[in-house]
């Protein structure tokens, strides 16, 4: 990753955890002061809540945003769900514990978990966790979606999509077998989703050996953000092929299509929901992400993508190729294929 994008990352990461640490010691510290008892403090109440909630937020949002949203992570979520959960509860509770107690030391002069504070940080880390845990199976957002009801009503958006599709899956499997070739899948799709992620990229779905990216129209063009994780994505998966060959015998790669325009998102389903995507726009990049194969390019983006972005990330070019007839489609689209010149510094 470039210097550059790198210090865009971090920027982003310490204004989320400052965010996060503000917002809470506010929080905290109105409801100190406000629900002292009749024989205390009311400042000593708030002054208690502030550096409590630094300390747990603090904590806790550096172990979410720092530890289990890196690569290094990978490992913990390999992990059966249940043991997930488990040692995921038993790390908020003792980090509550401990900030609560240690708060008291700083403004009382005493360390005392009360039966109160034991109550509340049995509570806190349980829905605390329970957030994070349902996160982590719908995807970043979804679940607050849900709950806001964001979706409940089919809206129109403008979207970015990226669709991504593995490079010769079908051999791969005859070659490795399901079973390993579940697993071949499984560290192809975490190599590509933690690039894609690094440029605010959000994972709408997984289908088979296919990854659906989306970014709301703003944020995907800003700083390119859409083809830089594009390729990043490629170039992770370029630097571990010397360990894809170790462990599996053969490399992984895909071809991918990029596209810009209105989709229709809302709830989907009765007894098993999601956020669904639909309309001609997705069905659009699909149908490009499929003539990467016919036209022997790796990367394809439709000219309105190309147009909205302005300046592509350094070392990326594009040549335009179309009007490009895709299968299904009345009208032939305008189609750039994307190279990198061999100057881009990818993450």
């Not at 979520?77 to 509550?96: C, D, E, K, Q």
Request: charged share 20%; aromatic share 8%.
């Amino acid at each position: 990753m470039s210097a550059a994008r790198g210090d865009s990352l971090g920027r982003a990461r310490a204004r989320l955890l400052a965010s996060i640490i503000a917002t809470s010691a506010v929080g905290s510290g109105i409801y100190g002061y406000v629900s002292t008892s009749p024989d205390g403090s009311p400042l000593e109440g708030g002054i208690l809540g502030v550096i409590a909630s630094v300390l747990i937020s603090g904590t806790l949002a550096s172990l979410e945003i720092y530890l289990l949203n890196s690569p290094r992570a990978r490992v913990f979520y390999r992990v059966p769900f249940a043991a997930m959960l488990a040692g995921r509860f038993a790390v908020y509770l003792v980090v509550i514990l401990l900030g609560l107690a240690l708060a008291r030391w700083l403004v009382e002069g005493r360390v005392l978990i009360e039966r109160d504070s034991l109550i509340f940080g049995i509570a806190a880390s349980m829905t605390i966790n329970f957030i994070f845990s349902v996160n982590q199976l719908l995807g970043p957002g979804v679940l607050f979606s849900f709950v806001a009801g964001r979706y409940n009503q089919p809206r129109i958006e403008e979207r970015v999509l990226l669709f991504i599709d593995m490079e010769s899956s079908t051999r791969i499997a005859e070659r490795l077998g399901e079973v390993r070739f579940l697993v071949f899948l499984n560290r192809f799709i975490a190599d590509v989703s933690e690039a894609i992620m690094r440029h605010r990229g959000e994972i709408h779905k997984y289908v088979g050996d296919e990854v659906i990216v989306t970014w709301k129209l703003a944020a995907g063009i800003r700083d390119a953000r859409c083809v830089s994780g594009c390729f990043d994505a490629l170039a992770r998966l370029e630097r571990q092929a010397p360990d894809y060959e170790r462990a599996f015998g053969v490399r992984a790669n895909f071809r991918a299509a990029l596209h810009c325009g209105p989709v229709v998102i809302g709830e989907l389903g009765v007894m098993k929901q999601e956020i669904a995507l639909i309309g001609d726009t997705m069905n659009t990049a699909a149908r490009l992400q499929q003539a990467c194969r016919d036209t022997g390019h790796r990367v394809l983006a439709s000219a309105a993508l190309i147009e909205a972005i302005g300046t592509l990330p350094l070392g990326i070019i594009a040549r335009a190729i179309g009007p490009l007839p895709l299968r299904g489609k009345a009208a032939a689209l305008a189609v750039y294929a994307l190279e990198a010149d061999g100057r881009a510094v990818t993450s």
